[in-house]
């Protein structure tokens, strides 16, 4: 009789070893991510900082491919407040996809 219930009580635990190591997995993967937006942001904030001492008639050129595109002082700055909000959204989805993964992994292991 007890032999089926540990058979159960294995497969239970093992399937739970796996669904830890997968939460695992996706909390690395998402701390890179973000760890690779703060990166971006860190960039887009100095290039915004360096920009903003040019003079206005300064010609500024944004790279595109195997080509650079001149673009006005405003529109370059524009752009890289859109790349700032954008990795600022991706990085609240992120942490919040990180937090439900954190309540699952401490759900499986608690402690």
């Known amino acids: 009789m007890a032999a089926p219930v540990d058979l159960e009580l294995k ?3 093992s399937e ?38 040019l003079p206005n008639n300064t010609r ?20 890289l407040l859109d790349k700032r909000k954008t990795a600022d959204n991706k990085i609240k989805e992120l942490e919040v996809k990180n937090e439900s993964y954190d309540c699952n992994y401490s759900f499986i292991n608690p402690g």
């Open 11 to 13: 497969k239970a635990f």
């Open 60 to 79: 500024l050129y944004e790279g595109v491919g195997r080509m650079f595109i001149l673009q006005s002082k405003e529109e370059i700055n524009n752009l």
């Open 16 to 53: 739970l070893q796996v669904k830890m190591i997968d939460t695992q997995q996706k909390v690395k993967i998402a701390d890179l991510q973000i760890d690779q937006l703060g990166r971006v942001q860190k960039h887009n904030k100095l290039t915004q900082a360096e920009i903003s001492t």
